[in-house]
């Protein structure tokens, strides 16, 4: 019976085990610093920071009544209910690369080393 790869160069083979091996060791890193870590680092301030400035910026733009006035608080409100969806974003983000992580670890470990030889 084939295996997966066996259609793949050897040198592809190669680079793909090494993107394997460096995205392995870079999840193992954030691994270390925590899991509210990461959500805070990637989800809020990263997914978080970028959605609040398209948003401002938007509101800037096309509407500078909106941010003047009775509708302030509302906006505000707005604004950081959109950490809210990020601090999610953050921990969705976390748990499909932990599983990812946890599923592949061994089995790509064992289907690399028979891919080498």
Known sequence: MARV???????DRDKKAATFEKRRLAWEKNRQSGEMSYIFRYGVLRFGGIMFLCFLSFDVIFDRQKLQGARLPGIIVGYLFIFVIAFFFGLWEWHSNEKRYCNMQKPQDSNIESQMK
């Open 5 to 11: 790869n066996d259609f793949m160069l050897k040198a």
